[in-house]
Nanobody, 122 residues
Framework: VQLQASGGGLVQPGGSLRLSCAAS????????VGWFRQAPGKEREAVSC????????VYVDSVKGRFTMSRRDAENMMYLQMNNLRPEDTAVYYC????????????????WGKGTQVTVSS
């Protein structure tokens, strides 16, 4: 599976961005899909995940109520709508997949996209 994330950019605090991740090489239907991020000088962390047979996402506490993840398996796409962005959301955001996954473990994802930079600054 090849993954390509896009949609990052520079946004002011309180603004919004929508990240997209396009998959090719296999249908996403059989994969857990997740978004991860890595801020400068910090470890990569999981942001959100939808397991392979679900449309419901789970989120890290710091983004709950602000971020919404979705997937469209028929289009081989997944998305991350990010609202009310904060400076601490600044990071490179990655999409990743895990076949038959019920979770999105950081060290257990099968495929990773190259990442897209999100910068939140005034």
């Amino acid at each position: 599976v090849q993954l390509q994330a896009s949609g990052g950019g520079l946004v002011q605090p309180g603004g919004s961005l929508r990240l997209s991740c396009a998959a090719s090489g296999s249908t996403l239907e059989y994969y857990a899909v997740g978004w991860f991020r890595q801020a400068p000088g910090k470890e990569r962390e999981a942001v959100s995940c939808i397991h392979y047979s679900s449309d419901s996402a789970v989120y890290v506490d710091s983004v709950k109520g602000r971020f919404t993840m979705s997937r469209r398996d028929a289009e081989n796409m997944m998305y991350l709508q990010m609202n009310n962005l904060r400076p601490e959301d600044t990071a490179v955001y990655y999409c990743a997949t895990r076949k038959w996954g019920s979770k999105c473990p950081l060290d257990g994802m099968d495929y990773w996209g190259k990442g897209t930079q999100v910068t939140v600054s005034s």
